[in-house]
C-alpha cells in the first residue's frame, strides 16, 4: 500500500507507465528518473497497457478454505444476539477456537456489546437524514419542581423536605405533605443538524404540544430550516385531534415510533439525557424559577458551543450554513 513519502503513488505510476507506452521511453531511464527499479516500471507499465487501474491490488486470496462456514457464522451470530455471549463462551457452543469467533464478530461488526441492543438483542441501527428540517424529533422530560432554598440532590434529604415545606403556594398530598409539582420540559431536535428547540412548562397536553410545535417550526424556519416530517412518540398529546390537525395545517407529516420503543426516537433521548445533566442537575438551583430562566442560555450553548460526536465534535449550528450569528 502506498504511503504519504511513498516514490509511486497512483498518479506518479500513471505517469510513469504513460512515459513507457506513449511517449516511447526506455524502461530504463524512466527508472532512473523516478529512482526505482526496472522492473518496477514495467510491471506498471504491463498493467496500464493492459488498461488496469494503477491502485494497489487487494491481498486478499481469492479462495479461503479454511475460513468459517456459513452455518457456523449463523449460529455465533445468533447466540451473541440472543444471548450476548463473549468469544469465549461462543467458542465452547460452536466447538471453534475463540480467535475464530471474535473474528467472525468483527467481521459481522457485533464484536463490541455496545453495537447491539440491550432490550431486544438487535444490532443497533443508526439513522440520519440527508438534510436540516426532513425529519424533527419532539418529545417531553418531565422534572421534579426545586423548592425555594435549593433540592435535596444538593442539600440533602433532610433539608429538602424542610425547603419543600417553607415553599408557599403549594398544596398537599395525602400525609400532609407539599407536593412540589413537575416542569415539562418540551423539546424539539432537528435529525440531521442536532440543532435543539426546548419549552418549559407546567403540563403537558396537546394545546401546550402544539403551541410548543408551532413555535418550534417557526423558530426553525427562521434559521433556513423546513420542516417537513416530525417524530414523536405515542404520548397522549401526540395522539390528538388536535396535534393531527395542527400538523396537517403546518403542512407537517406526523409519524409515531412503535409502543415500547423509545429507541426509534433515541437522538431526543439521549439530548434529555444531555439536558438533565449540563442544565437541569448542573448545578444548585436556589428555585425552580432559577432553574427555568437557566435554559435558554444552556440551549444556546448546546447549538452554537458544545461539541457534538455526530457533528464531526463540532456544534450543531455549524451544520447550518450562511446563519446571522452563526459564529458568536
Same mark, same amino acid.
Given at each position: 500500500?502506498?504511503?504519504?513519502?511513498?516514490?509511486?503513488?497512483?498518479? *506518479?505510476?500513471?505517469?510513469?507507465?504513460?512515459?513507457?507506452?506513449?511517449?516511447?521511453? %526506455?524502461?530504463?531511464?524512466?527508472?532512473?528518473? =523516478?529512482?526505482?527499479? !526496472?522492473?518496477?516500471? @514495467?510491471?506498471?507499465?504491463?498493467?496500464? *497497457?493492459?488498461?488496469?487501474?494503477?491502485?494497489?491490488?487487494?491481498?486478499?486470496?481469492?479462495?479461503?478454505?479454511?475460513?468459517?462456514?456459513?452455518?457456523?457464522?449463523?449460529?455465533?451470530?445468533?447466540?451473541?444476539?440472543? @444471548?450476548?455471549?463473549?468469544?469465549?463462551?461462543?467458542?465452547?457452543?460452536?466447538?471453534?477456537?475463540?480467535?475464530?469467533?471474535?473474528?467472525?464478530?468483527?467481521?459481522?461488526?457485533?464484536?463490541?456489546?455496545?453495537?447491539?441492543?440491550?432490550?431486544?438483542?438487535?444490532?443497533?441501527?443508526?439513522?440520519?437524514?440527508?438534510? %436540516?428540517?426532513?425529519?424533527?424529533?419532539?418529545?417531553? @422530560?418531565?422534572?421534579?419542581?426545586? %423548592?425555594?432554598?435549593?433540592?435535596?440532590?444538593?442539600?440533602?434529604?433532610?433539608?429538602?423536605?424542610?425547603?419543600?415545606?417553607?415553599?408557599?403556594? @403549594?398544596?398537599?398530598?395525602?400525609?400532609?405533605?407539599?407536593?412540589?409539582?413537575?416542569?415539562?420540559?418540551?423539546?424539539?431536535?432537528?435529525?440531521?443538524?442536532?440543532?435543539?428547540?426546548?419549552?418549559?412548562?407546567?403540563?403537558?397536553?396537546?394545546?401546550?404540544?402544539?403551541?410548543?410545535?408551532?413555535?418550534?417550526?417557526? !423558530?426553525?424556519?427562521?434559521?433556513?430550516?423546513?420542516?417537513?416530517?416530525?417524530?414523536?412518540?405515542?404520548?397522549?398529546?401526540?395522539?390528538?385531534?388536535?396535534?393531527?390537525?395542527?400538523?396537517?395545517?403546518?403542512?407537517?407529516?406526523?409519524?409515531?415510533?412503535? %409502543?415500547?420503543?423509545?429507541?426509534?426516537?433515541?437522538?431526543?433521548?439521549? =439530548?434529555?439525557?444531555?439536558?438533565?445533566?449540563?442544565?437541569?442537575?448542573?448545578?444548585?438551583?436556589?428555585?425552580?424559577?432559577?432553574?427555568?430562566?437557566?435554559?435558554?442560555?444552556?440551549?444556546?450553548?448546546?447549538?452554537?458551543?458544545?461539541?457534538?460526536?455526530?457533528?464531526?465534535?463540532?456544534?450543531?449550528?455549524?451544520?447550518?450554513?450562511?446563519?446571522?450569528?452563526?459564529?458568536?
Amino acid at each position: 500500500m502506498s504511503h504519504a513519502n511513498a516514490a509511486l503513488t497512483p498518479r *506518479a505510476r500513471l505517469t510513469v507507465a504513460r512515459l513507457v507506452i506513449d511517449q516511447h521511453v %526506455p524502461i530504463a531511464e524512466v527508472a532512473a528518473r =523516478f529512482q526505482c527499479s !526496472w522492473p518496477t516500471v @514495467k510491471r506498471w507499465a504491463d498493467r496500464y *497497457a493492459t488498461g488496469e487501474s494503477m491502485a494497489d491490488r487487494s491481498s486478499r486470496p481469492r479462495r479461503m478454505p479454511a475460513k468459517t462456514d456459513r452455518a457456523t457464522t449463523r449460529r455465533i451470530v445468533s447466540l451473541r444476539l440472543r @444471548k450476548r455471549l463473549g468469544p469465549v463462551q461462543l467458542a465452547a457452543l460452536t466447538r471453534v477456537a475463540p480467535s475464530t469467533a471474535h473474528r467472525v464478530l468483527v467481521r459481522c461488526r457485533l464484536n463490541r456489546l455496545s453495537h447491539v441492543d440491550r432490550a431486544t438483542g438487535e444490532p443497533v441501527r443508526r439513522y440520519e437524514h440527508d438534510h %436540516p428540517g426532513a425529519m424533527l424529533h419532539v418529545d417531553v @422530560k418531565k422534572l421534579g419542581n426545586i %423548592p425555594d432554598g435549593g433540592g435535596w440532590r444538593f442539600v440533602g434529604r433532610p433539608q429538602g423536605r424542610r425547603h419543600r415545606a417553607a415553599t408557599p403556594g @403549594k398544596p398537599k398530598n395525602a400525609y400532609s405533605h407539599p407536593k412540589m409539582g413537575h416542569a415539562f420540559v418540551h423539546t424539539v431536535i432537528d435529525d440531521h443538524s442536532r440543532v435543539a428547540y426546548a419549552e418549559v412548562h407546567d403540563d403537558e397536553t396537546a394545546v401546550t404540544a402544539t403551541a410548543v410545535l408551532r413555535r418550534a417550526v417557526t !423558530w426553525f424556519a427562521a434559521r433556513g430550516i423546513t420542516t417537513q416530517r416530525v417524530l414523536s412518540d405515542n404520548g397522549s398529546p401526540y395522539r390528538s385531534h388536535l396535534w393531527r390537525e395542527t400538523c396537517t395545517e403546518l403542512e407537517i407529516t406526523h409519524s409515531r415510533t412503535r %409502543p415500547y420503543r423509545p429507541q426509534t426516537n433515541g437522538k431526543i433521548e439521549r =439530548f434529555h439525557r444531555t439536558l438533565a445533566d449540563g442544565w437541569g442537575y448542573a448545578r444548585a438551583y436556589t428555585s425552580e424559577t432559577e432553574r427555568r430562566a437557566a435554559l435558554a442560555a444552556w440551549i444556546h450553548e448546546y447549538n452554537h458551543h458544545r461539541p457534538h460526536t455526530a457533528c464531526g465534535n463540532k456544534p450543531p449550528i455549524t451544520r447550518l450554513t450562511n446563519l446571522s450569528g452563526q459564529y458568536n
